[in-house]
């Protein structure tokens, strides 16, 4: 029942249970999920097939190998790998040691990784040599040469070279510590150890690494996936990858928590994953919108049994709700949820609660304030503004990360001295607590003295049927300051030109937003998480107005 005495009515009773106080650790979680689902299946991955009481043996042989590789309680340590069982155990070792887990992007190229492996202190790395014909070892040595992982360095898979050390080597060393001093690692950690550094996008500079704790990370995601509806029995195909809270926290271990089976995907194809979904019985599929687009399009070609799944979950701070009915319809499912976070906030700020929200405050908001998180959306001087009115998102609660590794500066920017995160992104929240995120505020483009937010021009600009993805950014104007100008990747059918579109733009949106130049692209350029790099584009526009002046000029008068 709501509880109306507190900041937090519409939370029902059943989904207030704090999971960091009896879970207390990531590998603890494992201990108790083996005593609580013992033979039930907790990973799947090809032909492995792990119980839960199974995962807990292989995470002590793990601690085990850890130790006997010199990894101690605060050593940092990589994982740059895909998503797949031994991701799992590595990390579990990693995190049993009482050592804090560094997962690495396998989109990065050699100068990203060897960045955050230095920046990050890691003493050891555990990667792989044969996904997508990578030589991960041999990118990081090219780029730097002398980084001491490369000393300390494993194959979770592969084998690079004769004298390279494996992950078969390591548990072999491990053996000869006795299951006990795992045992005892294990019971050390407590829940404000840190679990991991997460190092953000870096989409308009370097990547910052974010701290957050065994309790965080068990307090939110528990709560968080329990409010989706996560239950004992489910199956997860785990397309997110495991390097992004998504898939590591919000489903690998989210898994672990509720005793459903984890089934890790480690490169994506439409027709294998619904072929999965029929084999297994999947039940909860989450992942970004374009991962549905593409289920959904394959799903058209051929008949694929769907009737396992119950519950989905299309990610991004914009969501089309057409995406959303598409799903419901086509794929049947019980539920379909909503929600927002960032890195910095545990990936767990706002969510829309199954069988509380009713279908147009999922399809149009991504909820409201997650169980004990404050939220508020100020003006530039931090002021609050009125409810419906747009400002800068900030979150306070437990979620909020301990702050940025070795960067008290950029800390201290972040956060206020009362504890507020600052998320940059431009939101409103309604007169009953729904959020709706409009834009980032580096991206806010101020024409003529208005504020143009880049993601209301896109969300026109690609309802055009000839339009596959679009991105939006602010270029210098001698009059106006700053206008917009569009960035599209077309359907190649299209016959008309970039004239055209800019004509039909300003149909449908008031003359500032309207963009005054349109550039196609074959794709967007995107960083190793997939996020549009917008500074890449907006250099590209800035060459553009240097030599095109007269094309970006626009109208004489903007109009409201």
Partial sequence: MPHDDDGWPYIPADLRRRYDRDLVSIPNAVRSAAARFGEAEAVVDGTTRFTFAELHTAMLDAVRAMMAFGIRRGDRVGVWAPNSVQWVVAALGVLGAGAVLVPLNTRFRRDEAAYILRRSGARALLTVDDF?????????????????????????????????????????????????????????????????????????GRPKGVMITHRQSLRAHGWLTKAMGFRHGDSYLIVPPFFHTFG??????????HGVTAIPVSVFNPQHALELIADEKVSILCGPPTLFEDLLDAQRDAAYDLSSLRLTMPAAAHVSPDLMLRIRAQMHVEVTHSGYGLTEATSSVTSTLPGVDDLDDILHTVGRAVLDVELRVVDDAGVDVAP??????????????????????????TITEDGWLRTGDIATIDNRGYVRITDRKKDMIIVGGFNVYPAEVERVMAAHPAIREVAVVGVPDKRLGEVPAAFVVADLEWPDGEAALILWAREQLANIKVPRRVVTLDSLPRNASGKVLKNQLR??????????????????????
């Fill in 388 to 413: 419906g009115m747009p400002g800068e998102l900030w979150v306070r609660g437990y979620n909020v990360m301990r702050g940025y590794w070795n960067d008290p500066e950029g800390t201290a920017e």
């Fill in 539 to 560: 250099d590209q526009a800035r060459t553009l107005v240097a030599a095109q002046a007269s094309d970006l000029s626009g109208p004489r008068s903007p109009r409201r």
């Fill in 132 to 204: 997508l014909g990578n030589d991960f070892v041999g990118m990081l040595a090219g780029a730097d040469p002398d980084n001491p992982v490369l000393q300390r360095t494993v194959l979770l898979t592969g084998r690079r070279g004769d004298d390279t050390l494996t992950w078969s080597d390591l548990l072999g060393a491990g053996c000869a510590l006795p299951v006990e001093s795992a045992e005892a690692a294990v019971d050390s950690i407590a829940a404000e150890d840190l679990s991991d550094i997460m190092f953000t996008s870096g989409t308009t």
């Fill in 248 to 257: 590591y926290k919000a489903g690998w271990l989210a898994c672990v928590i």
